[in-house]
């Protein structure tokens, strides 16, 4: 296939045309460098310029106060729901308290409990993860080690509408978000957190990275017998060349941050831009009679992963296939839920929105 199709998948996810010109045209050999990213050393001059403007991008992006660092690790957010809790809470008596919107907080539950006592503070599961709490919904401990919540549900497609609503509520303990499927789509207010972090290839980069941003207070907790790569201390310590870091991936982050700052324009304009994406599929789902079920609470709908049923699980097949020989690509929900999903993050472009949005009116009018 030689031209580009319009790509929804949930993750490794569209970039920036842009960006990938841009990789495309220096991979050969890095401007002044005579060497390409793939085989330049994470030691070398080169590459330590690029760590740092990534890291400068993502301070400027989301006004990251001085007291955290900003840290690339591998593994995923699956690697960071141990790691958090082996540094956070391994040898705590104080619990740490989960709270367990989607199908990502729980898999982060269930590898705490591994490490320590960690507890559902609050569990969506009853209603298939379709809403979000309110403060007064959540049974938080007196005190708490911390708290983890996840931002953005990428398979149920559920969203807090900003920082959560819970923070005034959740006492001194420290707020841990998994922000992977949302990280950049907004601004987000990072001293009203102890750590956020986000596996790349949902909305910064490509797979293979993960940006942890971490508040330096915490550091001192990690204890002193962990594996130096499964301390976040350590990592803080060598600036995330502890080991060889992911090089290409937190390459392309740059590239991607310099795509938000200079031609989108920063965060409160991405926000913009991603709620006009998102308003076209919702109206098309409120439009259509019943024909399409959304699954989220309008409430708390996702700006990045829009999910929603047909009829039937023929109807949704034949969506599928027409929906394919639109350019329209990857939108078969989890296997875990079934039904659609459409992922729409940041470099989604308009029109291919506007394109599935009008499909699916054709659709369900043609039914």
Not at 109 to 117: C, F, Q, V
């Amino acid at each position: 296939m030689a031209e580009r199709v319009y790509n929804f998948s949930p993750g490794p996810a569209v970039l920036p045309v842009s960006v990938l010109e841009a990789a495309q045209r220096d991979l050969l050999a890095l401007p002044g460098v005579g060497m390409s990213v793939l085989e330049i050393s994470h030691r070398s001059p080169p590459f330590e310029r690029i760590l740092q403007e990534t890291q400068d991008n993502l301070r400027t992006l989301l006004a990251i106060p001085a007291n955290y660092k900003i840290l690339f690790l591998q593994g995923g957010s699956l690697l960071q729901f141990s790691m958090i809790a082996m540094n956070f809470l391994r040898g705590q008596k104080l619990p740490a308290d989960y709270v367990v919107t989607g199908t990502w907080g729980k898999k982060a539950l269930a590898d705490a409990k591994l490490e320590g006592p960690a507890r559902a503070a609050w569990d969506g599961a009853a209603s298939k993860y379709d809403h979000l709490p309110a403060a007064t919904d959540i049974d938080f401990s007196p005190q708490a080690a911390y708290i983890h919540t996840t931002s953005n549900e990428t398979i149920q497609g559920v969203q807090f509408a900003a920082a959560p609503p819970f923070a005034g509520a959740a006492g001194k303990a420290p707020i841990i978000c998994d922000a992977s499927s949302d990280f950049l789509c907004r601004p987000m207010p990072v001293d009203q957190y102890g750590m956020i972090y986000a596996c790349a290839q949902k909305n910064a980069g490509p797979a293979g990275v993960t940006v942890a941003i971490v508040r330096e207070d915490l550091l001192a907790r990690s204890p002193s017998n962990l594996p130096g790569i499964l301390s976040f201390a350590v990592m803080a310590e060598n600036n995330s060349l502890f080991n060889t870091p992911p090089v290409f991936g937190i390459y392309v982050v740059m590239l991607v941050t310099r795509w938000l700052l200079n031609d989108v324009g920063g965060l409160a304009r991405m926000e913009e831009l991603n709620r006009e994406k998102a308003k076209l599929l919702y109206d098309a789902i409120d439009g259509s009679g019943g024909f399409y079920q959304g699954h989220a609470h309008q409430d708390c709908r996702s700006l990045m992963n829009v999910t929603f049923r047909l009829p039937d699980a023929d109807a949704e097949k034949t969506f599928l296939k027409g929906a394919e020989s639109k350019g329209l690509y990857q939108l078969k929900g989890h296997r875990s839920v079934g039904g659609i999903r459409a992922s729409i993050y940041n470099a989604m472009p308009r029109e291919g929105v506007a394109l599935l949005a009008d499909y699916m009116r054709d659709f369900a009018a043609g039914r």
